[in-house]
């Protein structure tokens, strides 16, 4: 019979606050990299996509701290997404699942102090925890990216042509994104009060 590991809520609360704290260098580390990797960087300073990245690891933080549950569906949205507009970006979907892995490596890296505090089990659990929800991240850019190609290849006839207004339809999806997460944020808050 197998043993249950689960991260305590302590736990899960405090690499959310390790992740939100770190948000800004993690942001510049992650979209660095990108540019650096690429020889055409399409994008990577873009604001749109800055912004894009810091709500992925804002989201990534609710969902591995308390609000897991209910950001849960916000998270794999917001992936499915982000491999959307990876495929605008011109990647290959094992570019999209690069940059995923990419921000794995960083939050081993940001949280390692964190994970190291924490006793064994807990620890082991909240690494688990993380790497579930990076992993399902990681399954929904690459269908966001796949439908995106397939809707390319179905109305351009396989001719990649950016349409027009697109930088527009980007920046209208992330507000909507960001107002979400403001709301479920808000939505804990007024519940935590309510009932302390």
């Known amino acids: 019979m197998g043993v249950s590991m689960r991260p305590s809520s302590t736990a899960l609360a405090a690499a959310g606050r390790a992740i939100l704290h770190g948000r800004e260098s993690l942001v510049e580390d992650w979209a660095g990299w990108m540019t650096r990797r690429l020889s055409s960087p399409q994008g990577t300073g873009h604001p ?12 990534l933080a609710e969902v591995t701290g308390p609000l897991r549950r209910q950001a849960t569906d916000l998270w794999l949205s917001a992936s ?4 959307r ?9 094992g570019e999209v699942v690069e940059e995923f892995q990419h921000l794995r490596e960083l939050l081993i890296v940001h949280l390692s102090e964190l994970i190291a505090a924490l006793p064994a089990r807990q620890s082991l659990a909240t690494v688990l925890r993380l790497n ?10 690459v269908v966001g990216y796949t439908d995106s190609l397939f809707e390319t290849l179905l109305n351009q006839r396989g001719v990649p042509v950016r349409a027009p207004g697109i930088d527009d339809d980007l920046a209208k999806r992330l507000t909507q994104f960001e107002q979400e997460l403001a709301d479920l944020r808000a939505r804990a808050k007024r519940t935590r009060t309510e009932s302390g």
Request: no cysteine; hydrophobic share 50%.
């Open 132 to 141: 579930r929800a990076l992993d399902q991240g990681i399954a929904h850019a």
């Open 48 to 59: 749109s996509l800055l912004r894009q990245l810091t709500l992925l690891i804002d989201l």
């Open 80 to 83: 499915e997404w982000y491999g």
């Open 85 to 93: 507009t990876a495929a605008e970006r011109g990647l290959a979907t």
